[in-house]
């Protein structure tokens, strides 16, 4: 972990870290599966899987033994609907407002990586009346490698004007971790984000593991 007085920027991972999307990907997800004429699931299974893109959704609602061409027309209808609905309920993490305020205050750089694709995010990030407070909003498909590469970081670096080890990155998936490591930044693990029951946080080698937004700015 970088030292204290280094920090100029704190990064975050979208989905589950910065923003609480799961209630808008599930609409999506429900509403696709009631036109397949299957039944909605509730909120808590679909959130495990909401940071890790379309696909997992579409394996978690109708399994994974559709074939490539019904996968895909479920998939594009997911993301159809979710474009129409990308913040019908979607808000900032419980604590995240404050957080955002006072690094605001204290002269700190925030933005977002994240491996959403950027014409979700942008319109996302705009809608959140957040997409003028970020200093830098890298997507998916910004750079040529998503997470857990690191160069959507260092592209955020350079757009930030910062070295890597004046900044934190927030994740709560271990690609977020890994590609944080690899970009040589301080890496926070966040315990509040959309975990499955199968991952072992304290497996990832996170520089710290917070419970709530707030705990970053011990780091800082």
């Known amino acids: 972990m970088p030292a204290h007085s280094k920090i100029r920027a704190v990064l975050f991972d979208l989905d589950g870290t910065l923003a609480d999307t799961a209630p808008d990907l599930a609409y999506a997800l429900n509403q696709t599966l009631i036109e397949a004429g299957k039944t909605a699931l509730p909120l808590e299974p679909i959130r495990a899987v909401a940071s890790n893109g379309s696909a997992p959704l579409i394996e978690l609602g109708f399994g994974r033994n559709l074939d490539k061409a019904t996968f895909e027309q479920h998939r594009q209808h997911l993301l159809s609907v979710y474009m129409?609905?990308?913040?019908?309920?979607?808000?900032?993490?419980s604590g995240m407002e404050s957080l955002l305020e006072e690094l605001e205050q204290n002269n700190i750089l925030w933005g977002v990586v994240t491996n959403k694709p950027a014409r979700f995010t942008d319109p996302l990030m705009a809608q959140l009346n957040l997409d003028q407070r970020a200093s830098t909003i890298v997507s998916g498909d910004t750079?040529?490698?998503?997470k857990?590469?690191?160069?959507p970081l260092l592209h955020a670096c350079k757009q930030l004007g910062t070295e890597p080890d004046e900044c934190l990155y927030l994740?709560?998936?271990?690609r977020d971790i890994e590609a944080g490591k690899r970009a040589e930044m301080g890496t926070i693990a966040c315990r509040f984000g959309y975990l499955a029951e199968e991952d072992e946080i304290e497996q990832w080698g996170a520089d710290r593991i917070i419970d709530h937004p707030q705990e970053v700015l011990a780091w800082i």
């Open 171 to 174: 994740g709560d998936a271990e």
């Open 143 to 146: 750079t040529e490698h998503p």
């Open 148 to 151: 857990p590469h690191p160069l």
């Open 84 to 93: 129409d609905n990308l913040t019908r309920e979607t808000t900032l993490m």
